[in-house]
C-alpha cells in the first residue's frame, strides 16, 4: 500500500513563498501521474498543478507563473513550490499519485496566507 505524506505548509503573509513537499512510502517513479490539489473551505477540491511520469507539467491558470512542481525520483518526493502567495491561495494542500484506475491521496497540509 502505497502512502503520502505531504509537509511543509504553514502561515505565510500575502507575497511570501512556501514550498510543499509529498514524500511516498514507494517509488514515485512507478506512478502514472502526480499532483497537487487544494481545498478551501466551502468549495470544491481543484487541481492546482500536475506533472507526469516523463515530466509533462500543467497548472491551474490561478497559479501559473507563481506555482512550480517538480518531482525527485531518486528521494520519492514530489514538490510544489509557490511564490507570490495571495489570501486565495489559503486550502489544504493535498498530494495525489495515480497508478493505472488507481489513486493514492495524502493526508493534506494546511496553507495559510494572511498578514
Known amino acids: 500500500q502505497v502512502q503520502l505524506v505531504e509537509s511543509g505548509g504553514g502561515l505565510v503573509q500575502p507575497g511570501g513563498s512556501l514550498r510543499l513537499s509529498c514524500a511516498a512510502s514507494?517509488?514515485?517513479?512507478?506512478?502514472?501521474?502526480m499532483g497537487w490539489y487544494r481545498q478551501a473551505p466551502g468549495k470544491e477540491r481543484e487541481l492546482v498543478a500536475g506533472v507526469s511520469r516523463g515530466g509533462t507539467t500543467n497548472y491551474a491558470d490561478s497559479v501559473k507563473g507563481r506555482f512550480t512542481i517538480s518531482r525527485d525520483n531518486a528521494k520519492n518526493t514530489l514538490y510544489l513550490q509557490m511564490n507570490s502567495l495571495k489570501p486565495e491561495d489559503t486550502a489544504v494542500y493535498y498530494c495525489k499519485g495515480t497508478k493505472v484506475v488507481f489513486a493514492y491521496w495524502g493526508q493534506g497540509t494546511q496553507v495559510t496566507v494572511s498578514s
Open positions: 514507494g517509488s514515485i517513479f512507478t506512478f502514472d501521474a
